[in-house]
């Protein structure tokens, strides 16, 4: 498991690889500008979306446009592409390719910088070193750090102009990195506090540039947090938990700006000199509507990589009768028919006690009527194989404990779907666990099935590793989802009630 570095060793590795001369702050010259355009959490979508909404489609070709566009306006002036992270994971292409043409494209694209999401390691560190050394942009995040051998990664970028101003560009990280990603994946990677390294490494920023970015994937409860407690920061970058900010966030005298996700919105944020500071002037969050013309080139290679990923993948395997919605709002709350779904299948194919899933896993929705395999592995995407252990109901109960401690306003990924058992959360509190064939003894030995993810601490359920007799059955959630499919398993319409949550207001009555 990847542990804490002692902050005072690493960050004095960072100051030294910044410099750590003094320095007067710079001054702006009265007609410096730049445009700074930015987009987050892009998980795979090359193509635009195909689900029914109203949300625009968004779609990397005409994100394309949209950017050649803003270069295009005012040609010298300074204009700056930045992705703030979660390149991989949600999309067929993504799981098949495992970003390496998704890379290619925000090449194309003109991305200056980007900062590492906590979903780059989900197809493994070797798959991440190998984008990152490939890349024609730099990786950012100054928290993160790989023992024995680093990561190709660079705490920040500062970008210099003849005759322009400075910019410096710090990136961060979400610790969730270490929870939210299989912990095989993580193995050697530190992450250490956002906050304390920015202390330390602003004011050395802020000696050397006109202007200071930090490109973000620490989510707005922590951004805000940041700018809080770091001065010296003019613009948040964020991402990490898919918020569409407009108006943008300010806090402390930062400005946050974070763009949803999926490619559906561009960030575009004037900044020009004023009273010797380059400052924010105006900002808008422009979505990648159906009205935007794609850029054919960018166009024509999307579509060559989705008919690649898709060859084979628009069979109907089966039709439900049933929406199976991965809303976060839904299932990362509470209790969701996908979930139900899910995790009995689980249970019924394994003749466990008790069935364990992350709601986390769920990542698109399935609508009802003729579904194809394409739409079960974009729904399913991650490869965790399905585990069966003996543990002990006092381990189950702390499971679920933490799941109901969650802040469901987060929408935490760790949030348990379950079968075999119902569950009451009062506040955030356990208050309740029932087994289906009843009382929870925490002595007693239970089979429980859940994806190896868990099994293995992931989202930090780290009671589930203690565990004994662990088997592997070789199916994956999807897997398990398309052959039910295919034999016509009945899905229930409605939740049965077993996760209960209930409100302040009733748990004091």
């Known amino acids: 498991m990847a542990r804490s570095m002692p902050i005072r060793s690493w960050l004095l590795g960072l100051l030294l690889v910044l410099g750590c001369e003094a320095a007067a702050q710079a001054v702006c010259d009265v007609d410096d500008k730049v445009r700074l355009l ?17 949300d625009p489609p968004g779609g990397l070709a005409r994100l394309a446009t949209l950017v050649s566009e803003a270069r295009s306006e005012v040609p010298g002036q300074r204009t700056l592409l ?5 390149l991989l994971q949600g999309s067929l292409s993504s799981s098949l390719f495992m970003g390496h043409p998704d890379l290619v494209l925000l090449e194309r694209i003109g991305v200056d910088a980007a900062v590492v999401g906590n979903h780059e390691f989900d197809f493994g560190q070797e798959n991440f070193r190998a984008l990152a050394q490939a890349s024609r942009f730099p990786f950012l995040s100054a928290n993160l750090q790989a023992q024995p051998e680093p990561l190709p990664v660079r705490p920040s970028l500062v970008i210099r102009g003849s005759g322009g101003p400075t910019i410096a560009i710090l990136g961060l ?7 939210t990603t299989h912990p095989r994946n993580t193995k050697g990677i530190q992450v250490a506090d956002p906050i304390e390294v920015a202390r330390a490494l602003v004011p050395q920023l802020r000696a050397r540039a006109d202007l200071v970015v930090v490109l973000s994937h620490l989510g707005l409860a922590a951004d805000r947090r940041l700018a809080g407690a770091v001065e010296g920061i003019d613009v948040i970058v964020g991402g990490h938990d898919h918020h569409v900010l407009q108006p943008p966030v300010i806090e402390s005298g930062t400005l946050i700006v974070q763009g ?28 990648v509507s159906a009205e935007v013309a794609e850029a054919p080139e960018i166009a024509a290679e999307v579509a060559r990589v989705v008919a690649e990923a898709d060859r084979g993948m628009d069979e109907v395997i089966g039709d439900i009768a049933v929406d199976l919605s991965a809303d976060r709002g839904l299932i990362r709350r509470g209790e969701a028919v996908f979930g139900d ?42 490869g965790n194989e399905l585990v069966v252990a003996e543990l002990s109901g006092q381990q189950i109960r702390e499971a679920l404990a933490r799941s109901a401690a969650l802040e469901p306003q987060d929408n935490p990924g760790g949030f ?3 079968s075999g058992l119902s569950y009451v959360i009062a506040g955030n509190r356990l208050d309740a666990v029932t087994l289906s064939t009843g009382a929870l003894d925490p002595s007693e030995r ?8 868990l099994a293995s601490g992931g989202d930090g359920y780290a009671m589930l590793m203690s565990q004994e007799g662990r088997v592997s059955t070789g199916r994956r959630l999807a897997d398990v989802v398309v052959a039910a499919i295919r034999a016509g398993s009945e899905i229930p319409d409605h939740p049965d009630g077993r996760i209960l949550r209930r409100t302040a207001a009733s748990v004091g009555r």
């Open 173 to 179: 990280t979400t610790s969730e990195l270490l929870t």
């Open 260 to 287: 949803g996700s999926r490619g559906q919105w561009l960030g575009r944020l004037e900044i020009e000199c004023a009273a010797g500071r380059l400052k924010p002037k105006d900002y808008r969050l422009i979505p």
């Open 38 to 54: 930015h987009f987050n959490d892009l998980h795979g979508q090359l193509a635009p979306l195909s689900s029914p909404g109203e």
């Open 341 to 382: 779904f899910v995790a009995d299948l689980a249970l019924t194919i394994t003749d466990a006690d008790v069935a364990l899933v992350n709601a986390g896993s769920f990542r698109a929705s399935i609508p009802k009527g003729g579904v194809t395999l394409k739409q079960v592995y974009e729904a399913l995407p991650f």
């Open 446 to 453: 239970y089979r429980v099935v859940m994806p190896d993810f």
């Open 416 to 418: 348990l779907q379950v």
């Open 82 to 86: 930045l992705f703030a992270g979660d």
